[in-house]
């Protein structure tokens, strides 16, 4: 075997603006799902745009202003309480966190893959949302 330096091994990292919480992830990262439901319409203020990463290959490098706001009974949000940037999604006990892309430093090299909770869209989207394979 040769040395790994494939997806397996690639390091991306990430953050709120004002970079009070800063994050890396180690290897794949599932493709970005855009939720349209009415919690993530609320908390993000359009639609949540999301990776997903197994918490093993996961860390906070910077969390001096996250905090984490109990969204519903199954799960909770991570946001910057300075920047106000949505960052995390996690489902109560869940061993992966979901991580808007949006907060990915370019390249993510990811793609979006799929549109979830579409009948739940504000009203004002004036694009058709094609669903994806
Ligand atoms: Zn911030
Ligand atoms: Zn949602």
Redesign the pocket.
């Known amino acids: 075997m040769s040395e790994d330096n494939s997806e397996h091994s690639r390091i991306r990292t990430g953050g709120c603006l004002c970079e009070g919480v800063r994050y890396r992830t180690v290897g794949d990262l599932r493709d970005v799902i855009n ?3 009415s ?2 319409r609320k908390t993000t203020g359009h639609h ?1 745009a999301a990776t997903s990463c197994s918490l093993d290959r996961f860390e906070l490098l910077q969390e001096s202003t996250l905090h984490w706001y109990v969204s519903s009974s199954k799960a909770r949000r991570g946001f910057c309480n300075r920047c106000g940037s949505s960052l995390f999604w996690q489902r109560n006990g869940a061993d992966y966190i979901s991580i808007t892309a949006g907060t990915l430093d370019k390249p993510t090299g990811l793609k979006t893959t799929s549109n ?2 579409v009948e739940d869209m504000g009203d004002y989207h004036d694009l058709p949302v094609v669903e994806h394979q």
């Open positions: 939720c349209f439901c919690q993530c949540f979830i909770f």
